[in-house]
Protein backbone atom coordinates (compact mmCIF):
# COMPACT_ATOMS: atom_id res chain seq x y z
CA UNK A 1 0.00 0.00 0.00
CA UNK A 2 1.74 3.00 -1.05
CA UNK A 3 1.19 6.23 -2.50
CA UNK A 4 4.55 8.26 -4.78
CA UNK A 5 4.80 11.58 -5.42
CA UNK A 6 6.68 12.78 -8.49
CA UNK A 7 7.28 15.78 -10.67
CA UNK A 8 8.36 18.41 -8.25
CA UNK A 9 11.24 20.53 -8.87
CA UNK A 10 13.28 24.08 -9.07
CA UNK A 11 11.06 26.81 -10.78
CA UNK A 12 11.05 30.22 -11.72
CA UNK A 13 8.23 32.61 -10.00
CA UNK A 14 5.30 32.25 -12.76
CA UNK A 15 6.09 28.98 -13.58
CA UNK A 16 4.41 25.59 -14.00
CA UNK A 17 4.70 22.32 -12.92
CA UNK A 18 2.64 19.33 -12.64
CA UNK A 19 2.07 16.73 -9.54
CA UNK A 20 1.69 13.19 -9.92
CA UNK A 21 0.79 10.93 -7.30
CA UNK A 22 0.92 6.70 -8.42
CA UNK A 23 -1.10 4.64 -5.80
CA UNK A 24 -1.18 0.64 -5.70
CA UNK A 25 -1.81 -1.72 -2.80
CA UNK A 26 -5.23 -0.05 -2.37
CA UNK A 27 -8.49 0.00 -4.29
CA UNK A 28 -7.73 3.42 -5.46
CA UNK A 29 -10.89 4.17 -6.94
CA UNK A 30 -12.21 3.82 -3.77
CA UNK A 31 -10.35 6.47 -2.45
CA UNK A 32 -11.61 10.58 -2.07
CA UNK A 33 -7.68 11.81 -3.14
CA UNK A 34 -6.20 14.75 -1.37
CA UNK A 35 -2.85 17.17 -2.16
CA UNK A 36 -1.47 18.89 0.89
CA UNK A 37 1.51 21.24 1.28
CA UNK A 38 3.56 21.94 4.07
CA UNK A 39 6.30 24.93 4.27
CA UNK A 40 8.97 25.57 6.87
CA UNK A 41 7.50 26.51 9.82
CA UNK A 42 4.15 25.87 9.04
CA UNK A 43 1.19 23.74 9.48
CA UNK A 44 0.36 20.81 6.45
CA UNK A 45 -2.41 22.64 5.08
CA UNK A 46 -5.18 20.76 2.62
CA UNK A 47 -4.68 22.63 -1.15
CA UNK A 48 -7.09 20.26 -3.17
CA UNK A 49 -9.69 17.70 -2.74
CA UNK A 50 -11.08 15.27 -5.81
CA UNK A 51 -13.41 12.72 -4.12
CA UNK A 52 -14.02 9.39 -5.58
CA UNK A 53 -16.54 10.53 -8.28
CA UNK A 54 -14.39 12.88 -9.32
CA UNK A 55 -15.76 16.14 -7.98
CA UNK A 56 -13.15 18.63 -6.96
CA UNK A 57 -13.88 20.27 -3.77
CA UNK A 58 -13.16 23.81 -3.14
CA UNK A 59 -9.49 24.53 -3.32
CA UNK A 60 -7.64 26.56 -0.34
CA UNK A 61 -8.01 30.37 -1.38
CA UNK A 62 -4.29 30.77 -1.65
CA UNK A 63 -4.28 28.57 -4.31
CA UNK A 64 -7.32 29.35 -6.76
CA UNK A 65 -7.80 29.83 -10.06
CA UNK A 66 -4.32 28.59 -10.33
CA UNK A 67 -4.21 24.84 -9.24
CA UNK A 68 -6.22 22.18 -10.58
CA UNK A 69 -6.61 18.52 -9.21
CA UNK A 70 -7.90 15.54 -11.60
CA UNK A 71 -7.38 11.97 -11.31
CA UNK A 72 -7.23 8.89 -13.55
CA UNK A 73 -8.63 5.66 -12.16
CA UNK A 74 -7.63 3.80 -14.73
CA UNK A 75 -3.78 4.59 -13.74
CA UNK A 76 -4.45 4.98 -10.29
CA UNK A 77 -3.01 8.47 -10.10
CA UNK A 78 -3.90 12.19 -9.12
CA UNK A 79 -2.17 14.99 -10.28
CA UNK A 80 -1.54 18.58 -9.26
CA UNK A 81 -1.27 21.17 -12.35
CA UNK A 82 0.17 24.29 -10.85
CA UNK A 83 0.45 27.37 -12.98
CA UNK A 84 1.33 30.84 -11.93
CA UNK A 85 3.92 29.80 -8.89
CA UNK A 86 4.59 31.95 -6.54
CA UNK A 87 7.75 32.03 -4.26
CA UNK A 88 4.71 31.44 -1.23
CA UNK A 89 3.86 28.26 -3.10
CA UNK A 90 7.22 26.57 -2.29
CA UNK A 91 7.04 23.72 -0.31
CA UNK A 92 6.98 19.54 0.50
CA UNK A 93 3.97 18.61 -1.42
CA UNK A 94 2.08 15.43 -0.24
CA UNK A 95 -0.54 13.14 -1.38
CA UNK A 96 -3.16 11.48 0.12
CA UNK A 97 -5.94 9.41 -0.03
CA UNK A 98 -8.61 8.79 2.63
CA UNK A 99 -11.53 6.21 2.11
CA UNK A 100 -15.00 7.28 4.13
CA UNK A 101 -17.91 4.94 5.43
CA UNK A 102 -20.71 6.01 6.81
CA UNK A 103 -18.81 9.20 7.56
CA UNK A 104 -16.50 7.87 9.63
CA UNK A 105 -12.73 8.00 7.78
CA UNK A 106 -11.86 4.20 8.00
CA UNK A 107 -8.13 4.22 6.11
CA UNK A 108 -6.10 6.96 5.39
CA UNK A 109 -2.53 6.60 3.37
CA UNK A 110 -0.15 9.68 3.17
CA UNK A 111 2.94 9.77 0.43
CA UNK A 112 6.59 10.77 1.25
CA UNK A 113 6.02 14.17 -0.72
CA UNK A 114 7.77 15.98 -3.25
CA UNK A 115 9.67 19.36 -2.77
CA UNK A 116 8.44 22.10 -4.93
CA UNK A 117 10.45 25.41 -5.11
CA UNK A 118 9.64 28.88 -6.46
CA UNK A 119 12.49 31.19 -7.09
CA UNK A 120 11.85 34.85 -6.83
Known amino acids: VQLVESGGGLVQNGGSLTLSCAASGFTFSSYDMNWYRQAPGKERELVAR????????PYADSVKGRFTISRDNAKKAVYLRMHTLKPEDTAVYYCKADLTRNAVVVSVIWGQGTQVTVSP
Open 50 to 57: ITSAGVST
